[in-house]
DNA sequence: GTTTAGCACTCTGAAGCGGTGAGTGCTAAT
DNA sequence: ATTAGCACTCACCGCTTCAGAGTGCTAAAC
């Protein structure tokens, strides 16, 4: 595909500009008076017929002014985007409310709900994978004296598990003693190494810790398949407002879509491994978000991909605003969540 | 108001109950017709008459059937409406998915899930009252050798709470020992009494233990007002799939509202202290839910009220299938949090 | 060779207009 | 009190008309 340059490569960015900020289709007139070109309207015209021609621009009706297609979207976010970078002051709000939190659980919740409210369309943010994370300490909460709550503190967060039947009636101070005896011999280990073959070397035969140990093992996997609560989303009824979901039937695809975590994590993780992907329309493997964007990024902690966050919307999207944001979140809750 | 009885209440069920189940105006000859009804059409009519004239229906213009008024749905639910019990395999589904759950999170999404999918509405679940609970044991989880992690067991599950600042580097068996110590004073309390006040006489000067207590109570606090982390919400987009909601601008500010805890807080909590309360449209005091209706209900943890979980639909609901379910999984539900 | 003025053409969307049918209220008979 | 009969109302459907927006094409201009 050759490259497009000049002024048609102007017309395509100022058309799909204007498109995404007003939602109707861009007439040649239109392009000429809202921008200072300085050509006629039928030079427009066929520049705009070439574009269409070439698979990224599209009418919707004979008489009708110009739409991008998914392609379009697709050149313009690789090469015509220009940033919308955050103020200053959008800056400063948003790090410290996010540096206030102390829960991890918070700080996801926070972040979701300011990608929302900062871009008008839907977000998604996935918790700290666990496997990657490096286990600080261990503790066992005794719930009655047959069962204990695990709870794992890692370097990225801290997280709640199974609760485990203990074999034999185990006192609170027995409980302490374990959690200090577990933690001191996993202490620095790959959660997702935490498997019951490697245990074995380390600890040998003795059944208690064998059952804790298991039980963290797990939950690490149970957090990787049924990732229901790594998951959470918000502004759902942003996307409502959208034009082109007026119709409720459009939209209900894409809710309930964002609804089924696992169709969210699919959302996620598809697209490679760059610091910003961006997915448009019928890219996407899911039908039910064929007419949906998803901008989204990976968070690091302590060096180490952490997880996901991503914002969803139109295809039809302000994608300067949502990178810039998708982009600095993620930097942020990183570096949020990496002060333990 | 005179209590309508005889054929003309049995008249007015018919006419809501066709509603909810087609959605369309219902005609006196659809009342006769689908009802072994021994009368006339024009009989019928003449009680759809008196009917509209008490407020009960209305015509969404002259020549069409009648439709329920949300006073019509008042009477309805107060005294027409028959429950649709919950058959015996739906009931011992959803227990076992509930009674396998150990983490009241889980629980308490889950509920949330089976409300939304067993109705085709949307759905919110409280997390249970931190206030009302009965304190087991208070876990200090070193983090760092200045700051700990408080979790708190108690007769209801398990919550972690904010981190403290220890005044002076503690080793994690200092931590476990001040664990004992406190939880051996506090146990049995209601979290709710776990002021610095009432802990002054138990406690004294012991500056540790004060600033713990302190941020237990600030949780606690936190937890009653800012209720993000407490509410679930499930099945918002099966608002999106009932025909009066067709328009997504129509459904936006009730989804809206669903994002927004504080007014799904008030939702749960408006309609006094029945078993199942439900609210119908014009009576909410939120303006974004005048075309739902909220059936909900408590949930009951040792025979103390814990949380409260609800149904959101729009008026035109199933409230025979929605009040069933909500009761059943409001039982359930405490049952399953109470074993711990 | 590119640009542009001019123009015919196409298509949408709004507005206007009977016809149809569902459902009503009223009246008079039962 | 009930009901048959009937005139009436009004949303809805399909049809036509009309205006306007925006196009593509052609031929002239630069």
Redesign the pocket.
């Given at each position: 595909m050759e490259p497009i340059e000049g002024?048609r490569r102007e017309i395509l960015r100022i058309v799909i500009d204007d498109y995404i900020a007003t939602a109707?289709?861009?007439?040649?007139?239109?392009v000429r008076e809202r921008h200072g070109l300085?050509?006629?309207?039928?030079?427009v015209?066929?520049e705009?017929?070439a574009l269409?021609e070439m698979g990224f621009l599209n009418?919707?009706?004979?008489?009708?002014?110009?739409v991008p297609t998914d392609r379009g979207y697709r050149v313009y976010v690789d090469s015509l985007v220009t940033e919308e970078p955050l103020s200053r002051v959008e800056q400063t709000r948003l790090r410290e409310t996010l540096f206030t939190r102390d829960k991890p659980q918070g700080a996801i919740a926070h972040v979701a709900h300011a990608l929302a409210a900062g871009t008008d369309y839907a977000s998604v943010v996935e918790a700290p994978h666990l496997q990657d994370q490096v286990i600080r300490h261990l503790h066992l909460i005794p719930l009655t004296p047959h069962r204990a709550l695990i709870v794992v503190v890692t370097d990225a967060g801290v997280f709640e598990g199974k609760t485990v039947e203990l074999g034999a009636p185990t006192a609170p101070e027995e409980c302490d003693r374990l959690s200090q005896e577990i933690s001191r011999r996993i202490a620095g280990w790959r959660l997702g190494d935490l498997t019951v073959r490697a245990m074995d070397q380390v600890i040998g035969e003795a059944s208690l810790y064998r059952q804790v140990v298991t039980e963290v093992g797990r939950l690490v996997g149970d957090q990787i398949t049924a990732s229901w609560s790594r998951i959470h989303t918000d502004g759902q009824a942003n996307i409502l407002r959208q034009p082109e979901f007026r119709d409720a039937r459009r939209a209900e695809p894409v809710l309930s879509a964002l609804e089924r975590h696992e169709v969210v994590a699919e959302l996620l993780h598809d697209g490679g491994t760059a610091p910003i992907r961006i997915t448009i329309g019928a890219e996407h493997r899911r039908e039910e978000v064929r007419d949906c964007s998803v901008v989204a990024a990976t968070y690091y902690v302590g060096g180490r991909p952490a997880g996901e966050l991503a914002i969803v919307g139109p295809t039809r999207m302000r994608y300067g605003r949502a990178i810039s944001l998708v982009r600095f979140l993620a930097d942020t809750l990183g570096e949020a969540l990496g002060r333990v």
């Open positions: 002024r109707e289709p861009i007439g040649s007139d239109a300085n050509v006629s309207s039928a030079t015209r066929n705009m017929a269409e009418q919707p009706h004979t008489s009708a002014g110009r």
